[in-house]
């Protein structure tokens, strides 16, 4: 299933609310994918957010295994905090080369 497609069909059963909170972007967002009007912003992000969250795509992550892509651009988009030492060598390794990172690509 293609992924507008996923989203649109999870829109509709449990409404664009349910959905904004579960991939992490703004229902106005998810309105303009579905209406391919979003210009503004990395369609990418919203299609791994999308894949991850709803449709169960994992990425094998150097640091936790198989997780999902919204978890992976979660810790991707994180801030250096030295909290604790797992969030400290995640936040390098996201950083580091990673081959799932959109980090080391330059965006």
């Known amino acids: 299933m293609c992924w507008i497609e996923a989203l649109k069909t999870e829109c509709e059963q449990h409404g664009q609310a349910e959905?904004?909170?579960?991939?992490?972007y703004s229902k106005a967002v998810i309105s303009q994918v579905l209406n391919g009007k979003y210009s503004n912003g990395n369609?990418?992000?919203?299609?791994e957010r999308v894949e991850?969250?709803?449709?169960?795509?994992?990425?094998?992550?150097?640091?936790?295994?198989?997780?999902?892509?919204?978890?992976?651009?979660?810790?991707?988009?994180?801030?250096f905090s030295?909290?604790?030492p797992m969030r400290v060598q995640m936040y390098r390794s996201c950083r580091s080369g990673c081959p799932h990172s959109s980090l080391c690509k330059g965006e």
């Open 19 to 24: 959905i904004s909170r579960r991939i992490g």
């Open 43 to 47: 369609i990418e992000r919203v299609r």
């Open 52 to 79: 991850g969250a709803l449709l169960g795509k994992t990425v094998d992550c150097p640091m936790l295994g198989d997780i999902t892509l919204d978890v992976c651009q979660s810790h991707q988009n994180r801030k």
């Open 82 to 84: 030295v909290t604790n």
